[in-house]
């Protein structure tokens, strides 16, 4: 007798058994094909469109599926993958989906053999720990003050991608911004923050070859009084503020009752006296440039104007951030607690540029900034926002290996390394784990597979750690005279993302879906529950859209 499967009617489809597994699989694998032509130097282009009627042309793995609608809720979990290892490392985002894949795809076999997944999911994990200890083996540590090794490696890494023909420039900008915002922990760690202290600058026109990393920060900003104040100041001394220099106003309704007419002026004095204090306590600093978060009065203009000092309002407090890093100043709440030492005096040049028909302050030439910003030019938008795109995974490269200074054959050398490996230990595995064990080796070879495909040809071994594949030209060459490498980190996340993630879509044996179908307008009530055996329960729409 067929095992009962149950469906609620329009309220919960519920799917179990063999049968979510190889519809899990399934979904994995169609997710994996999407995006394994975008695998390698001669890998081919997505263009998609986007939610707001956009269009996005591009091969980034995770951008590709972040387009995606998908409702199968494996696919969803697939699609997780490529996010979290954007997160992570920044890069890979195509190998973790295209190895997860592979790896479910070799474990249908033996759940038709009626293997039970918990089995499978420990050979897998026994294999994932033999495959990151032939990492270990075979990876090579290097000097990150080596700056021509380490343009070699973030260019091997976004060889791949469509910037891979403008040469070293973006490897250059990508290795200019990480060494700048670098800070050193001490006992020989260092800490880049991408998110916070790089701030990329995309400006339509001119040409890709005038991108340049800047020794300090720009903002789309012009100073409030543009005929009064200076737009090019050297050396200034810069503060910055995040309150507003203007009369405060009362935190509720205020209501003030005036008997005479002198109190009126009063009134006014005060407010303009309150100014002028404010005024007054920043200026007997002596800075050139005050930059404030929020609002900047008249008055306040007018007192500074007069004083020779250039003033910036509502600049956004990310930027604000990114100044105080680059020229040494601390932001002030309250004007009245202003200090020497919160006076930025680290910035070489202050001046304001028209680029195209908007205004852009620059602070530039700083003597040891923390902060810096990435200026791209281009002829298109869509040109710029791959750039762009690029330009994040190669910083996220030079960010890993100035975090983890060690590395690893490209190529698919090491994903053969680790296949061969694999496939020598399986003969020492007892019990029923060997066969999982083996297929697990067998699926490393996805990625060398893949790469020799996209680049229209099909062989490959793997006795020689550097041995792999030259994706321009299809050749079987050695890595490392061709200076093709991956960080040792980056590939650790892959193996481990698309294994555990495997694993957990192999234990999956129940889908239940609580989304409501919709109903046919004039249709009676749902009925009650029912029992249905397999055979009926295939007719349902099992994962409603």
Known sequence: MQSPVLVLKDSLTRESGSKVHHANIQASKAVADIIRTTLGPRSMLKMMLDASGGIVVTNDGNAILRELDIAHPAAKSMIELSRTQDEEVGDGTTSVIVLAGEMLHVAEAFIDKKYHPTVICRAYNKALEDALAVLDKISMSIDVNDRSM???????????????????????????????????LGQGLREVDIKKYIKVEKIPGGQ??????????????????????????????????????EYKKGENQTNAELVREEDWAVLLKMEEEYIENLCAQILKFKPDLVITEKGLSDLACHYFSKAGVSAIRRLRKTDNNRIAKACGAVIVNRPDELQESDVGTGAGLFEVKKIGD?????????????????????????????VERNLQDAMSVARNILKHPKLVPGGGGTELTVSATLKQKSSSIEGIEKWPYEAAAVAFEAIPRTLAQNCGVNHANGEN????????????????????????????????????????????????????????PGS?????????TEGDADNEQMIPE
């Open 150 to 184: 380490m343009l070699g490696l973030v260019k091997s890494c976004i060889g791949t991608k469509f910037t891979s023909q403008f040469g070293d420039l973006i490897a250059d900008l990508a290795l200019d911004a990480t060494t700048t915002v670098g800070v050193d």
């Open 208 to 245: 890709l070859e005038d991108s340049k990393v800047l020794r300090g920060v720009m903002f789309n900003k012009d100073v409030v009084v543009p005929g009064k104040m200076k737009r090019k100041i050297v050396n200034p001394r810069i503060i910055l503020l995040d309150c507003p220099l």
């Open 358 to 386: 908007e205004f852009f302050a620059y602070i530039v030439e700083c003597k040891d900034p923390k902060a810096c910003t990435v200026l791209l030019r281009g002829a298109s938008k869509d040109l710029l926002n791959e």
């Open 465 to 520: 750690a550097w041995t792999g594949i030259d994706g321009n030209t299809g050749e079987i060459a050695d890595m490392k005279e061709l200076k093709i490498w991956d960080a040792y980190n980056v590939k650790a996340q892959t193996f481990k993302t698309a294994i555990e993630a495997a694993c957990m879509l192999l234990r999956i044996d129940d889908i239940v879906s609580g989304i409501k179908k919709k109903q046919a």
């Open 524 to 532: 009676s009530q749902p009925s009650k529950p029912t029992i249905e």
